[in-house]
């Protein structure tokens, strides 16, 4: 029996020989019943030890190919998946169904990412979508990691709830208790993976295919894709100096997503009239207002805003996100509700996924044990609160309020310019990269709004460059 070994390959010669004869079984060249030569034969043929030839063959009966006996050696098994061509030139058996709501979602979601790419070979990057994470944040993360190990018993090792471990639940409820005005018990709570699970999570709880969902327009893709992909009717309503125009919603409205604390992506704060007006509907129309605090302890005049939940909990969903508070590798948001959906979600996220994964857990559990997630935020809002005061003093020096309104100034980590409606946010785009300078477009963030303008964060730039990035933003629109 020929077989060809290649020694000067990195792959061990017995896997080469079981390789080889499997592909002889596969293309017939080696029938059912035929016998395979003997190992001490075959291994005087290749010039090998009889062990390695015995271990192809050992190999080769492990994975069904042959059968032995002391009397009849060893035998190619007769069956009929080995006269079938080999896997790799048969055609492929499964095509996947047509899913046009999932395309579609897809196809928006992959716009609004790389419209909002990050530019490693820019001077300047105003790139709006993550926080600034530096050595200090790495070293104290790290130092609570290595507390957290150091807690850890050997029972957290196993499965635990699906709302989330219990010690990370508790340091939560007592922060929310404190800065939003939001007083839970911990099984009114589920720990998830992110913003996007959450919603997702909350979708298939409360809602069903053809339900009518309300989204801010412009607002956040991700709520706005994640419906789109669950099949639900979706209706956009407009977003002026308030925040979500509530007089525009559906009287059949399920739910209302909303980023009332600092609308994502304009930048304004829904002012307390429009509040009041938007929890009257939800009570009156019995639907669910999906409240989403993505950087609410980054504003700079006065404390956090009073989230909704804390003014109406049995129709409020609370979703808590570290992302942009901390790092966006921390994949870990909060969904506060009443204890009926929380216990849902939960049943959910147990079919789903069982439970989370426990080190970032117990890392951000610690991380506020330890009182350096108080300490960060502080820091950070210090920090930004500088670039925030940077950016607006460069864009008045240079005029950019004739230009365009600017909005989003007292919270957040960046700076909404709207122009006319026929502003080229394109061009501007383009002119901007080619000048070494990045800027972003309000257009991905649109459902049906035809408002248009630009994104300008601020918060991984440094004072210098802010202003020397303002000033070559002048020059290229012209201001």
Same mark, same amino acid.
């Given at each position: 029996?020929?077989?060809?070994?290649?020694?000067?390959?990195?792959?061990?010669?017995?896997?080469?020989?079981?390789?080889?004869?499997?592909?002889?079984?596969?293309?017939? =060249?080696?029938?059912?019943? +035929? &016998?395979? !030569?003997?190992?001490?034969?075959?291994?005087? @043929?290749?010039?090998? *030890?009889?062990? #390695?030839?015995?271990?192809?063959?050992?190999?080769?009966?492990?994975?069904?190919?042959?059968?032995?006996?002391?009397?009849?050696?060893? =035998?190619?098994?007769?069956? +009929? &998946?080995? !006269?079938?061509?080999?896997?790799?030139?048969? @055609?492929?058996?499964? *095509?996947?169904? #047509?899913?046009?709501?999932?395309?579609?979602?897809?196809?928006?979601?992959?716009?609004?990412?790389?419209?909002?790419?990050?530019?490693? =070979?820019?001077?300047?990057?105003?790139?709006?979508?993550?926080?600034?994470?530096?050595?200090?944040?790495?070293?104290?993360?790290?130092?609570?990691?290595?507390?957290?190990?150091?807690?850890?018993?050997?029972?957290?090792?196993?499965?635990?709830?699906?709302?989330?471990?219990?010690?990370?639940?508790?340091?939560?409820?007592?922060?929310?208790?404190?800065?939003?005005?939001?007083?839970?018990?911990?099984?009114?709570?589920?720990?998830?993976?992110?913003?996007?699970?959450?919603?997702?999570?909350?979708?298939?709880?409360?809602?069903?295919?053809?339900?009518?969902?309300?989204?801010?327009?412009?607002?956040?893709?991700?709520?706005?894709?994640?419906?789109?992909?669950?099949?639900?009717?979706?209706?956009?309503?407009?977003?002026?100096?308030?925040?979500?125009?509530?007089?525009?919603?559906?009287?059949?409205?399920?739910?209302?997503?909303?980023?009332?604390?600092?609308?994502?992506?304009?930048?304004?704060?829904?002012?307390?009239?429009?509040?009041?007006?938007?929890?009257?509907?939800?009570?009156?129309?019995?639907?669910?207002?999906?409240?989403?605090?993505?950087?609410?302890?980054?504003?700079?005049?006065?404390?956090?805003?009073?989230?909704?939940?804390?003014?109406?909990?049995?129709?409020?969903?609370?979703?808590?996100?570290?992302?942009?508070?901390?790092?966006?590798?921390?994949?870990?948001?909060?969904?506060?509700?009443?204890?009926?959906?929380?216990?849902?979600?939960?049943?959910?996220?147990?079919?789903?996924?069982?439970?989370?994964?426990?080190?970032?857990?117990?890392?951000?559990?610690?991380?506020?044990?330890?009182?350096?997630?108080?300490?960060?935020?502080?820091?950070?809002?210090?920090?930004?609160?500088?670039?925030?005061?940077?950016?607006?003093?460069?864009?008045?020096?240079?005029?950019?309020?004739?230009?365009?309104?600017?909005?989003?100034?007292?919270?957040?980590?960046?700076?909404?310019?709207?122009?006319?409606?026929?502003?080229?946010?394109?061009?501007?785009?383009?002119?901007?990269?080619?000048?070494?300078?990045?800027?972003?477009?309000?257009?991905?963030?649109?459902?049906?709004?035809?408002?248009?303008?630009?994104?300008?964060?601020?918060?991984?730039?440094?004072?210098?460059?802010?202003?020397?990035?303002?000033?070559?933003?002048?020059?290229?629109?012209?201001?």
């Amino acid at each position: 029996m020929y077989i060809h070994l290649d020694r000067s390959s990195a792959t061990p010669l017995w896997q080469q020989i079981v390789t080889e004869i499997i592909q002889k079984i596969h293309t017939q =060249k080696l029938h059912p019943d +035929d &016998q395979l !030569t003997p190992t001490r034969v075959l291994a005087q @043929e290749l010039n090998v *030890s009889r062990s #390695t030839v015995q271990l192809a063959y050992d190999e080769l009966l492990a994975r069904g190919y042959v059968s032995t006996s002391r009397r009849g050696g060893t =035998k190619v098994i007769s069956s +009929d &998946q080995y !006269t079938a061509s080999p896997p790799y030139q048969s @055609e492929p058996p499964f *095509s996947p169904p #047509t899913r046009p709501h999932f395309e579609e979602a897809e196809k928006q979601m992959d716009h609004w990412l790389s419209a909002n790419q990050f530019h490693e =070979k820019l001077d300047i990057d105003f790139r709006h979508q993550e926080p600034a994470i530096d050595a200090h944040f790495q070293n104290i993360w790290k130092r609570s990691l290595m507390k957290a190990l150091q807690r850890l018993d050997m029972k957290d090792w196993g499965y635990s709830s699906p709302h989330g471990l219990w010690e990370v639940r508790s340091e939560i409820r007592q922060y929310l208790s404190v800065e939003r005005g939001i007083d839970v018990e911990e099984d009114q709570m589920v720990l998830t993976g992110g913003t996007q699970q959450a919603i997702d999570l909350i979708s298939q709880v409360l809602l069903k295919k053809g339900d009518t969902v309300a989204v801010e327009d412009p607002g956040f893709p991700g709520a706005r894709l994640s419906f789109m992909h669950r099949e639900m009717n979706i209706h956009p309503a407009p977003v002026d100096e308030e925040g979500m125009v509530v007089n525009t919603l559906p009287r059949r409205t399920k739910l209302i997503a909303v980023t009332p604390s600092h609308q994502r992506p304009t930048g304004v704060c829904m002012s307390v009239n429009r509040r009041q007006l938007l929890l009257k509907f939800a009570v009156s129309h019995q639907s669910y207002i999906l409240e989403d605090d993505f950087d609410g302890d980054y504003r700079y005049h006065g404390g956090p805003l009073p989230s909704l939940f804390s003014e109406a909990p049995e129709h409020v969903i609370y979703i808590l996100s570290f992302s942009k508070v901390l790092a966006p590798g921390i994949r870990l948001a909060a969904i506060v509700g009443s204890k009926a959906v929380m216990k849902e979600i939960a049943a959910l996220q147990s079919l789903i996924q069982r439970q989370l994964p426990i080190m970032e857990q117990i890392t951000l559990a610690s991380f506020f044990k330890e009182g350096e997630f108080t300490r960060y935020v502080r820091r950070m809002r210090q920090l930004y609160k500088k670039r925030q005061a940077a950016m607006m003093e460069a864009l008045l020096t240079h005029h950019f309020d004739k230009h365009f309104r600017i909005y989003g100034t007292d919270t957040g980590l960046h700076v909404f310019l709207e122009g006319a409606q026929d502003f080229d946010e394109k061009g501007s785009i383009e002119a901007a990269k080619a000048a070494g300078v990045g800027i972003y477009p309000l257009s991905p963030y649109c459902f049906e709004s035809n408002r248009k303008g630009l994104l300008l964060g601020f918060a991984c730039t440094d004072e210098s460059k802010i202003q020397e990035g303002v000033c070559r933003l002048k020059k290229i629109l012209h201001i």
